[in-house]
């Protein structure tokens, strides 16, 4: 494999060495990067090298992770084609010094430009392993990229791993001045509040520790088996403009599989704001049987057996966390304005859709300006939206019972196109061509039948999307609209209905619903903890 191949700029070379470092099973690597002077160092706390394969280590296809055939095909590492080094001997002047834990000495060996060693010397030095490569492409000039587009791409390459690997310290430094560090954690979460530091951590949520899973592929026989984690932004707090933060993991990698990344994008469908994307993070841990690396020299696309099935398993792990609504209400509140704090973590993230019980009871104390109910709850108000609210009610009926009735009278309709008509038999409705660009409706679904407006509204649902599309039409569509006034028992049924639905916090299209407003809110801002035992009241 030619060099080109592998290493093709200082993003790539790091990669490389950094799955080396963790194949060694280092916990602390540090980076220092020169890119004016094209100079690279790496350094960890590995289980380091001897120096009888210090000396092999630079040579073309040297590598102690595969013995043989079979050993491509159940690939446990990161790295395991033993072309790295040599594609960096090739390309600069590169040096390895490694100690064993179990050596008092360590060894530093120089390499030719063929991976030969061409000087070994004793070294003094902790246990593990530093590389360095010095005047990187210095023959070939026309590969150097701009310093900014080398930062950014060395930088997402360390925040790639650093997901993968939390356990790890990361320190970066550039041009001998420090550039970045991460701190180790428990999981992926404490390393992506560092990576974005204008998350707020009780905006995230994630899986209690990689979730074992198995099930049996469909129409078949046998089972898989894996891990999978999962760590995502509450989508009514934390979202994107660009799918830039939509990342799978394979078995401790980032890769690049379209399939699974549009999987984990439409488990979000009808919970994000129109044109924003989501935050999450999924790490598969699969067997390694069930994975080829072969695909692209650099190992981010893969082919992946059983694919449909695990973008299933990506699916029901995202909507489990956007479900389930156990967060801790402590600490963070958003800036309502410039004085006042008062969306909070709580309200209904509080409770999972199967303890709708145990949610406290909000009761609907007045209407304001025709468009907003005011609710009372134990601990504070709440502000609800009408229109969206009575939409995600409908919109959650119609996902449970999706009813097609016939029409007394039929409807006629005029210039459908091909695809209209196509959508409107995909949705069940009884269609007929009724003469040139005519076509009679004979039924329509139950929640349309008795609108003023039938005619439009059909309309509107042959041009939306199937299913879903046309679901989520019909609940905007039948909703109470803002302005209308509402009797208190009104109030009191829609905000009861609303609370019993499985996704309380957004609108179909992602807008959210309810800002609340808790009485420690309210206590701080009318500074009520001063006057506490004096006249002013408690």
């Not at 390499?111 to 010095?134: D, F, H, K, L």
């Not at 209400?329 to 008062?342: C, H, M």
Request: hydrophobic share 40%; proline share 7%; glycine share 6%.
């Amino acid at each position: 494999m030619a060099a080109a191949q592998v290493i093709d700029s200082p993003g790539a070379m790091v990669r490389e060495l950094i799955e080396n470092a963790l194949d060694a099973g280092a916990t602390h690597i540090a980076l220092e990067f020169w890119p004016e002077a094209g100079r690279l160092q790496l350094a960890d706390n590995g289980v380091g090298m001897s120096q009888a394969n210090l000396v092999l280590a630079a040579a073309a296809h040297s590598t102690s992770k595969i013995y043989n055939a079979a050993d491509l095909w159940q690939i446990r590492t990161l790295g395991f084609r033993g072309q790295a080094l040599h594609s960096l001997a090739q390309l600069g002047r590169l040096s390895l010094c490694s100690r064993l834990r179990s050596s008092t000495s360590g060894w530093q060996v120089t390499y030719s430009s063929q991976g030969e060693p061409s000087q070994i010397n004793p070294i003094a030095m902790a246990p593990g392993t530093i590389v360095t490569v010095a005047e990187l492409f210095y023959l070939w000039p026309d590969r150097r990229q701009q310093e900014a587009g080398q930062l950014r791409q060395v930088q997402q390459v360390i925040y790639h791993a650093a997901l993968c690997h939390p356990q790890v310290t990361w320190r970066a430094r550039l041009s001998d001045r420090p550039w970045f560090s991460l701190t180790p954690g428990p999981s992926a979460r404490s390393v992506l509040t560092q990576i974005l530091p204008m998350v707020n951590p009780l905006d995230l949520k994630e899986t209690d520790g990689e979730s074992p899973w198995s099930g049996p592929l469909r129409g078949k026989q046998s089972a898989l088996e894996g891990d999978c984690y999962g760590l995502i932004g509450l989508p009514d707090r934390c979202h994107r403009p660009r799918p830039d933060w939509v990342k799978v993991a394979l078995n401790g990698r980032i890769v690049t599989l379209p399939e699974l990344n549009q999987k984990l994008i439409q488990s979000f469908r009808h919970t994000l704001p129109r044109h924003r994307y989501p935050l999450g993070f999924v790490h598969l841990r699969l067997a390694p049987g069930d994975i080829d690396w072969h695909r692209s020299p650099d190992k981010s696309r893969i082919y992946l057996q059983n694919l449909e099935l695990w973008g299933e398993k990506i699916q029901t792990t995202v909507q489990s966390l956007i479900a389930d609504h156990s967060s801790d209400d402590s600490g963070a509140r958003r800036s309502f304005s410039n004085w006042i704090k008062t969306t909070e973590p709580g309200g209904l993230y509080q409770a999972s859709p199967q303890q709708h019980a145990s949610r406290p009871s909000l009761i609907a104390i007045a209407q304001v300006h025709n468009r907003y109910i005011l609710a009372e709850q134990p601990d504070g108000l709440c502000l609800i939206e009408q229109h969206i609210a009575h939409e995600r009610v409908i919109y959650e009926q119609l996902q449970d019972c999706w009813q097609i009735v016939p029409l007394a009278t039929p409807l006629v309709l005029d210039s459908l196109s091909p695809d209209q008509v196509q959508q409107l038999q995909q949705l069940g409705l009884a269609i007929e061509e009724f003469g040139p660009q005519r076509w009679i409706i004979r039924s329509a679904p139950a929640s349309l039948v008795d609108q003023p407006d039938l005619e439009a509204a059909l309309l509107d649902i042959s041009r939306g999307g199937a299913g879903d599309g046309a679901r989520v039409a019909i609940a905007c569509r039948t909703a109470i609209r803002n302005g209308t006034p509402l009797s208190l028992p009104a109030m009191q049924n829609l905000v009861t209905d609303w609370q019993r639905t499985r996704q309380p916090r957004t609108c179909p299209h992602g807008r959210p619903i309810c800002l609340t407003l808790k009485e420690s809110s309210l206590a701080s801002f009318f500074k009520r903890h001063w006057v506490i035992g004096k006249s002013h009241g408690i």
